[in-house]
């Protein structure tokens, strides 16, 4: 079992070095060791939340052959094999901040199921997720907004979105700046991650129940 350890500067500044070869030999060896003791910890946990197994996958970043990933995360979804396909949870890190998500990417197959079952629910959905709460529609970008900003309307839209663009995604997490103290205690990060997935769980089971 992996020891879960807490994040330091050294971790966000990985995405500063220049060269795939050399950013990718930082992020195994520093970044990847603390996604994969995070996958440990929390796979009983979301499966016992959602009601299936699920199962940890730590980004490869394997098809890269010029450009050094600007982002790298753990994923959990209920498929030994992959977790592109299915609605997700992940954990991961930009240069900027560490992030959480519940996430539908455009490979998913069900995405307009998973749009109107959240569309039937929206009101729940308003009600389970924190005005603090990011949402967004790209997981290849750092940008998110605020569930706050966004209203009803605004998370309505990229509900809707999800089934009416084919390259569509939705994502709803919570995003923690990089020199936000808590990164730095393992105990008040893990705290705060759980709190995360108690509200991203309801989430992901909603987004699965019957339109």
Same mark, same amino acid.
């Given at each position: &079992?992996?020891?879960?350890?807490?994040?330091?500067?050294?971790?966000?500044?990985?995405?500063?070095?220049?060269?795939?070869?050399?950013? &990718?030999?930082?992020?195994?060896?520093?970044?990847? *060791?603390?996604?994969?003791?995070?996958?440990?910890?929390?796979?009983?946990?979301?499966?016992? @939340?959602?009601?299936?197994? &699920?199962?940890?996958?730590?980004?490869?970043?394997?098809?890269?052959?010029?450009?050094? *990933?600007?982002?790298?995360?753990?994923?959990?979804?209920?498929?030994?094999?992959?977790?592109?396909?299915?609605?997700?949870?992940?954990?991961?890190?930009?240069?900027?901040?560490?992030?959480?998500?519940?996430?539908?990417?455009?490979?998913?197959?069900?995405?307009?199921?998973?749009?109107?079952?959240?569309?039937?629910?929206?009101?729940?959905?308003?009600?389970?997720? *924190?005005?603090?709460?990011?949402?967004?529609?790209?997981?290849?970008?750092?940008?998110?907004?605020?569930?706050?900003?966004?209203?009803?309307?605004?998370?309505?839209?990229?509900?809707?979105?999800?089934?009416?663009?084919?390259? @569509?995604?939705?994502?709803?997490?919570?995003?923690?700046?990089?020199?936000? *103290?808590?990164?730095?205690?393992?105990?008040?990060?893990?705290?705060?991650?759980?709190?995360?997935?108690?509200?991203?769980?309801? #989430?992901?089971?909603?987004? #699965?129940?019957?339109?």
């Amino acid at each position: &079992m992996s020891t879960i350890t807490a994040f330091q500067q050294e971790d966000f500044d990985v995405f500063a070095i220049d060269g795939l070869d050399q950013r &990718m030999e930082a992020i195994k060896g520093i970044i990847r *060791p603390k996604l994969e003791a995070l996958g440990q910890h929390f796979a009983p946990a979301l499966s016992v @939340a959602t009601g299936s197994e &699920m199962f940890f996958h730590v980004a490869k970043h394997a098809r890269r052959t010029v450009n050094p *990933p600007v982002d790298t995360w753990v994923a959990w979804a209920a498929d030994k094999r992959g977790y592109k396909k299915h609605p997700h949870f992940q954990v991961g890190l930009w240069g900027t901040h560490l992030f959480v998500w519940y996430a539908v990417i455009y490979e998913a197959p069900a995405k307009e199921e998973i749009s109107r079952a959240l569309h039937a629910h929206l009101d729940d959905i308003l009600a389970i997720v *924190p005005d603090d709460f990011h949402w967004s529609p790209d997981h290849t970008k750092p940008d998110s907004a605020p569930q706050s900003t966004l209203g009803k309307e605004g998370v309505k839209k990229l509900v809707d979105r999800l089934a009416e663009v084919k390259k @569509a995604e939705l994502l709803c997490g919570i995003t923690i700046d990089r020199h936000d *103290p808590v990164l730095a205690d393992k105990d008040a990060l893990l705290a705060r991650l759980e709190a995360a997935f108690t509200v991203l769980t309801k #989430l992901y089971n909603l987004s #699965l129940s019957r339109a």
